[in-house]
């Protein structure tokens, strides 16, 4: 059963000091939605082949998996405004190194140095939902807090904005100017993202937040009862000691999840481009995107909407099952189409899946440690992203674009399988619902 709830999102529109961080952090996503697919559209219409683009593509992915998780927890430990700059500042770097040897059409190896260091690019998507979590958590917006469901909705309206405009502003750009035209203008979008967010302080969570208002909580319980306050506590637990992708059953089983989505999605991408090519029109890969885009961002804000009342591991078994399926039909691509008819069909299932396994992490993971928990997820996605657009690539120099699909409806099958087979691990690691904390200074 579920009940629909049309004026959910008014909350969140009157939380008028989160529109700064939330313009920041669209466009940084604007850099990061066009990653795979720009440096693939910018590295073949300069005439490098398909298998170095995905090469390419790939180690910008694999660098991403293994350095922003990282970069994450070292900001759940000294705060956004510390760490975000430096580690903007190498990922630029890397693009410029990327453009820089596109542009004089020099030799492969420049580029695989710059994919590597593009890599440390932070995660707005993370560190967007981790600010709307502490200013709801923490009580600092009182009664007029939105519902943390309704927070990830449109968390996903906005990304899918960034995947909807950006892959086709870069192709379109690409086509139009020269080749580095879109990973150009994605990166002063981003640049300037950083700038507003690390400019936007007053709704950045503060390192341990959520330990130091447990603690307040308990010492007062302690001197209602007349027993003496511990204090000191929560700051030593405040500091992150593992990783999360050790300590927490979920968050491994979410990331398996998204790679598979990654491995399946970015294999798509690149046959959807090899696609545009064969039928000398560039522009369909980004009208697909488009197309696809902005049925995921209707389904994602119509599905803010509605209030589920199963619980959130059957959800996210649902949820993997459906996108799985509905993208397994991949196999019967064999025009442009039936490659639109499935781009659409596979569109209407992802918010869903994005907005449902966000909600199981903010769940399942301490509120201080969620710009770490949801960078996983994405690390995890993109680990996937590092095989699929290789993978996509030699096949088609290969076999031909047709046969990359049919791979790509393989790796569909892998969502909707780990989901059932972890559903007991998914259930078991998921916390009670919140409740909002009484407000607190923050120090």
Same mark, same amino acid.
């Given at each position: 059963?579920?009940?629909?709830?049309?004026?959910?999102?008014?909350?969140?529109?009157?939380?008028?000091?989160?529109?700064?961080?939330?313009?920041?952090?669209?466009?940084?996503?604007?850099?990061?939605?066009?990653?795979?697919?720009?440096?693939?559209?910018?590295?073949?219409?300069?005439?490098?082949?398909?298998?170095?683009?995905?090469?390419?593509?790939?180690?910008?992915?694999?660098?991403?998996?293994?350095?922003?998780?990282?970069?994450?927890?070292?900001?759940?430990?000294?705060?956004?405004?510390?760490?975000?700059?430096?580690?903007?500042?190498?990922?630029?770097?890397?693009?410029?190194?990327?453009?820089?040897?596109?542009?004089?059409?020099?030799?492969?190896?420049?580029?695989?140095?710059?994919?590597?260091?593009?890599?440390?690019?932070?995660?707005?998507?993370?560190?967007?939902?981790?600010?709307?979590?502490?200013?709801?958590?923490?009580?600092?917006?009182?009664?007029?807090?939105?519902?943390?469901?309704?927070?990830?909705?449109?968390?996903?309206?906005?990304?899918?904005?960034?995947?909807?405009?950006?892959?086709?502003?870069?192709?379109?750009?690409?086509?139009?100017?020269?080749?580095?035209?879109?990973?150009?203008?994605?990166?002063?979008?981003?640049?300037?993202?950083?700038?507003?967010?690390?400019?936007?302080?007053?709704?950045?969570?503060?390192?341990?937040?959520?330990?130091?208002?447990?603690?307040?909580?308990?010492?007062?319980?302690?001197?209602?009862?007349?027993?003496?306050?511990?204090?000191?506590?929560?700051?030593?637990?405040?500091?992150?000691?593992?990783?999360?992708?050790?300590?927490?059953?979920?968050?491994?089983?979410?990331?398996?999840?998204?790679?598979?989505?990654?491995?399946?999605?970015?294999?798509?991408?690149?046959?959807?481009?090899?696609?545009?090519?064969?039928?000398?029109?560039?522009?369909?890969?980004?009208?697909? @995107?488009?197309?696809?885009? +902005?049925?995921?961002? &209707?389904?994602?804000? #119509?599905?803010?909407?509605?209030? /589920?009342? *199963?619980? %959130?591991?059957?959800?996210?078994?649902?949820?993997?099952?459906?996108?799985?399926?509905?993208?397994?039909?991949?196999?019967?691509?064999?025009?442009?189409?039936?490659?639109?008819?499935?781009?659409?069909?596979?569109?209407?299932?992802?918010?869903?899946?994005?907005?449902?396994?966000?909600?199981?992490?903010?769940?399942?993971?301490?509120?201080?440690?969620?710009?770490?928990?949801?960078?996983?997820?994405?690390?995890?996605?993109?680990?996937?992203?590092?095989?699929?657009?290789?993978?996509?690539?030699?096949?088609?120099? @290969?076999?031909?674009?047709? +046969?990359?699909?049919? &791979?790509?409806?393989? #790796?569909?099958?892998?969502?909707? /399988?780990? *989901?059932? %087979?972890?559903?007991?691990?998914?259930?078991?690691?998921?916390?009670?619902?919140?409740?909002?904390?009484?407000?607190?200074?923050?120090?």
């Amino acid at each position: 059963m579920a009940a629909v709830s049309p004026g959910v999102y008014k909350k969140v529109l009157q939380v008028r000091s989160a529109y700064a961080f939330d313009i920041a952090c669209l466009l940084m996503r604007f850099f990061g939605a066009m990653l795979n697919i720009g440096v693939v559209t910018m590295l073949t219409l300069s005439g490098y082949s398909f298998f170095t683009a995905g090469l390419a593509s790939s180690l910008i992915a694999l660098s991403i998996f293994v350095v922003t998780p990282r970069v994450s927890k070292r900001i759940d430990e000294r705060g956004q405004s510390a760490v975000v700059p430096k580690a903007a500042a190498v990922s630029l770097l890397g693009l410029v190194i990327l453009v820089g040897n596109t542009a004089v059409h020099g030799p492969v190896w420049p580029l695989f140095v710059g994919a590597l260091l593009v890599g440390f690019y932070p995660s707005p998507q993370a560190m967007a939902r981790a600010r709307w979590t502490y200013l709801i958590r923490s009580g600092k917006l009182g009664e007029a807090a939105p519902d943390l469901r309704t927070m990830f909705s449109y968390e996903s309206v906005l990304d899918d904005m960034a995947f909807i405009f950006s892959p086709s502003i870069s192709i379109a750009l690409a086509a139009a100017i020269v080749p580095t035209a879109g990973m150009i203008a994605g990166g002063v979008a981003f640049a300037v993202g950083v700038v507003l967010l690390c400019a936007s302080k007053s709704t950045e969570p503060v390192p341990g937040w959520s330990d130091n208002l447990a603690e307040g909580a308990q010492a007062a319980a302690a001197e209602v009862e007349g027993e003496p306050a511990t204090v000191g506590a929560g700051a030593a637990r405040s500091v992150p000691k593992k990783s999360l992708m050790r300590t927490s059953p979920a968050v491994r089983v979410l990331f398996i999840i998204y790679a598979f989505a990654g491995a399946f999605l970015g294999l798509f991408d690149t046959a959807t481009v090899s696609l545009a090519e064969d039928l000398h029109s560039p522009d369909f890969a980004g009208a697909v @995107l488009m197309a696809s885009g +902005a049925v995921s961002m &209707v389904v994602g804000f #119509l599905f803010g909407m509605v209030r /589920l009342r *199963a619980p %959130l591991a059957k959800q996210l078994v649902v949820a993997a099952c459906a996108l799985g399926l509905s993208f397994g039909t991949m196999f019967f691509i064999n025009s442009a189409p039936s490659l639109m008819v499935v781009a659409l069909i596979g569109a209407a299932t992802y918010s869903p899946l994005l907005i449902v396994a966000n909600g199981v992490c903010e769940r399942a993971v301490p509120d201080a440690r969620l710009t770490e928990a949801i960078t996983w997820l994405n690390a995890g996605y993109t680990c996937g992203a590092a095989f699929g657009p290789t993978t996509a690539g030699a096949i088609i120099d @290969l076999f031909g674009t047709m +046969a990359s699909f049919k &791979v790509g409806a393989v #790796l569909c099958l892998g969502m909707p /399988l780990t *989901a059932l %087979l972890c559903y007991r691990i998914v259930k078991r690691n998921i916390r009670p619902a919140y409740t909002v904390m009484e407000r607190r200074e923050l120090s």
